[in-house]
């Protein structure tokens, strides 16, 4: 029933879409308590004011309301006209043009599905397909609905193991690209502690260790919706010369350089990033930091 319903959604105007998913974002915020509390927590300790954050109340409904669109339209329909700008993709093609590999880091900002199935097809047909880890939803209709969002043109999906980090490695070491959602609590044991927006947040080492074992290159990337249906704007900026690419830094400074641009990229668009994301959790059995308990030295 439900994958019936988001094919006959993906056949709506994506502008008409995002005008509903807005309106669903407010009253979402209006009648969720909990949720109010979460997403204005997160934003006011992360240092922004309501007139900066509450552009995301909105914003969260809309990238609800484009998912039937971007898993679920039919087949063949291209992605690149609903792009209206790329900012930077001269230096990213230039880079991939090396054949050293690329890591794209895409937190939960903006259109991050919007933006890897657009990048994948205006560079498949020269560089390959963009491989990604990705682990299919429990609920099989969900899964369903995301085989068919990843069985897109320039895409390839790999598994989230042992053998799938495997074979991105070997991707970026033959000169391909990938992206990774960098801001989401890595299970107990693949991750650090590292500063983000001021407070300790458990951080993956999965995506620094690929840069410093493959010596790909490494672009902060963020897909900007544009209001009122007006398309999105995809950027590309090259985040070389850090601790995330060094072989020789720790990983928490290769953690606290990444969680510093992912900070840089929020800052830059606060209002389309999912602020309720419980980015601050703790995994369960991972201790926290002396300096949080207090017991520093």
């Given at each position: 029933?439900?994958?019936?319903?988001?094919?006959?959604?993906?056949?709506?105007?994506?502008?008409?879409?995002?005008?509903?998913?807005?309106?669903?974002?407010?009253?979402?915020?209006?009648?969720?308590?909990?949720?109010r509390r979460r997403f204005k927590t997160?934003?006011?300790?992360?240092?922004?004011?309501?007139a900066q954050y509450r552009p995301a109340?909105?914003?969260?409904?809309?990238?609800?309301?484009?998912?039937?669109?971007?898993?679920?339209?039919?087949?063949?329909?291209?992605?690149?006209?609903?792009?209206?700008?790329?900012?930077?993709?001269?230096?990213?093609?230039?880079?991939?043009?090396?054949?050293?590999?690329?890591?794209?880091?895409?937190?939960?900002?903006?259109?991050?599905?919007?933006?890897?199935?657009?990048?994948?097809?205006?560079?498949?047909?020269?560089?390959?397909?963009?491989?990604?880890?990705?682990?299919?939803?429990?609920?099989?209709?969900?899964?369903?609905?995301?085989?068919?969002?990843?069985?897109?043109?320039?895409?390839?999906?790999?598994?989230?193991?042992?053998?799938?980090?495997?074979?991105?490695?070997?991707?970026?070491?033959?000169?391909?690209?990938?992206?990774?959602?960098?801001?989401?609590?890595?299970?107990?044991?693949?991750?650090?502690?590292?500063?983000?927006?001021?407070?300790?947040?458990?951080?993956?080492?999965?995506?620094?260790?690929?840069?410093?074992?493959?010596?790909?290159?490494?672009?902060?990337?963020?897909?900007?919706?544009?209001?009122?249906?007006?398309?999105?704007?995809?950027?590309?900026?090259?985040?070389?010369?850090?601790?995330?690419?060094?072989?020789?830094?720790?990983?928490?400074?290769?953690?606290?350089?990444?969680?510093?641009?992912?900070?840089?990229?929020?800052?830059?668009?606060?209002?389309?990033?999912?602020?309720?994301?419980?980015?601050?959790?703790?995994?369960?059995?991972?201790?926290?930091?002396?300096?949080?308990?207090?017991?520093?030295?």
């Amino acid at each position: 029933m439900l994958p019936t319903v988001f094919r006959l959604l993906a056949r709506l105007p994506l502008p008409l879409m995002h005008r509903l998913g807005t309106g669903f974002g407010w009253l979402v915020w209006w009648t969720s308590p909990d949720y109010r509390r979460r997403f204005k927590t997160n934003a006011e300790a992360a240092g922004f004011t309501p007139a900066q954050y509450r552009p995301a109340i909105g914003a969260a409904g809309a990238m609800a309301a484009e998912l039937p669109w971007l898993w679920a339209r039919p087949r063949g329909e291209s992605v690149l006209p609903r792009v209206v700008r790329w900012d930077g993709i001269e230096a990213f093609e230039a880079a991939l043009a090396e054949r050293k590999g690329v890591i794209i880091v895409t937190p939960h900002l903006g259109s991050w599905e919007m933006y890897g199935q657009a990048l994948a097809e205006r560079l498949v047909g020269t560089y390959g397909p963009l491989t990604a880890l990705f682990r299919p939803p429990r609920k099989a209709w969900m899964a369903k609905l995301m085989d068919g969002s990843r069985d897109r043109a320039g895409l390839q999906t790999v598994p989230t193991s042992t053998k799938g980090v495997r074979s991105l490695i070997r991707a970026l070491r033959s000169g391909g690209y990938t992206g990774v959602l960098p801001d989401q609590v890595p299970p107990l044991g693949q991750g650090v502690w590292a500063p983000f927006f001021g407070r300790d947040a458990y951080t993956m080492t999965l995506l620094p260790r690929l840069a410093q074992q493959t010596g790909a290159r490494v672009f902060l990337g963020v897909c900007e919706r544009l209001p009122r249906g007006a398309g999105y704007v995809i950027r590309c900026e090259p985040f070389d010369g850090t601790a995330m690419s060094d072989p020789k830094a720790t990983p928490e400074a290769a953690a606290a350089a990444m969680n510093q641009g992912i900070e840089r990229l929020i800052r830059s668009l606060p209002g389309q990033y999912v602020w309720d994301y419980a980015r601050h959790k703790q995994p369960k059995q991972v201790r926290e930091p002396e300096s949080a308990e207090g017991g520093a030295a």
